[in-house]
């Protein structure tokens, strides 16, 4: 359902948007976690976009029903706006700035933890990937399997490290935390967006 309503969002007959799958991803993460209406200058802050592709999106996502005008103050979710968020959590159970650590790779990292998707990473070496082609400094993919804390094909987690995927993350066994480090918080957060997307779109596809 996230693979189709990704590709509902970005069709167009013509020129194709100026936003991409991971700034959908962050809008609609941004209005499921926001106490009111999201504006387009909060998405154009938020995601790094330009106030006319901001307020594109949104009117894009009203155009299919997912929001609804709150006045001057922004957009709020619809009823099926909630039914796709509610799909997104079911997939992305945290999605935050962690501090730096023996994990950084930039200035900025943000943690995204995924509910029983650990059956979807073989080496870890797609998340990196499609993080450092969002222009990401890198990323490492730890897994939980059997208790332990597995960095795919390369080390178990222990001492420090360990501790660290601990206190931040609540954990538990299939997850997934991918630590996204950029050169700013911008740049990390956005690869952190795509990464996810990249993953919803993975286990979805393994459906068809």
């Known amino acids: 359902?996230?693979?189709?309503?990704?590709?509902?969002?970005?069709a167009s007959k013509t020129v194709p948007p100026g936003f991409r799958e991971e700034d959908v991803l962050g809008v609609i993460l941004l209005l499921g976690r926001s106490d009111g209406p999201v504006g387009r200058y909060t998405v154009k802050r938020k995601l790094g976009l330009g106030e006319a592709t901001a307020k594109t999106l949104l009117r894009r996502l009203h155009g299919l029903g997912i929001v609804r005008p709150a006045g001057r103050r922004g957009h709020v979710l619809t009823e099926e706006g909630k039914t796709i968020v509610d799909i997104v959590e079911g997939y992305i159970a945290e999605f935050k700035r962690v501090p730096r650590s023996d994990f950084s790779l930039g200035e900025c990292d943000y943690g995204i933890r995924f509910r029983g998707l650990s059956h979807l990473v073989s080496t870890g070496l797609d998340q990196r990937?499609?993080?450092?082609?969002?222009?990401?400094d890198g990323a490492t993919t730890i897994i939980v399997r059997e208790g332990r804390f597995l960095v795919p094909s390369v080390k178990e987690l222990e001492g420090e490290e360990e501790e660290f995927i601990r206190r931040?993350?609540?954990?538990?066994?299939?997850?997934?935390?991918?630590?996204?480090?950029?050169?700013?918080?911008?740049?990390?957060?956005?690869?952190?967006?795509?990464?996810?997307?990249?993953l919803i779109k993975k286990v979805e596809g393994g459906r068809n």
């Not at 990937?129 to 990401?136: E, K, R, Y």
């Not at 997934?176 to 990390?188: P, W």
Request: one cysteine or more; aromatic letters at 8%.
């Open 1 to 10: 359902m996230i693979k189709r309503f990704f590709e509902s969002v970005l």
């Open 168 to 198: 931040h993350f609540n954990l538990e066994e299939g997850d997934v935390v991918v630590i996204v480090s950029g050169r700013d918080c911008l740049s990390a957060f956005k690869a952190g967006l795509a990464v996810a997307a990249n």
């Open 129 to 136: 990937d499609q993080a450092v082609a969002m222009g990401a």
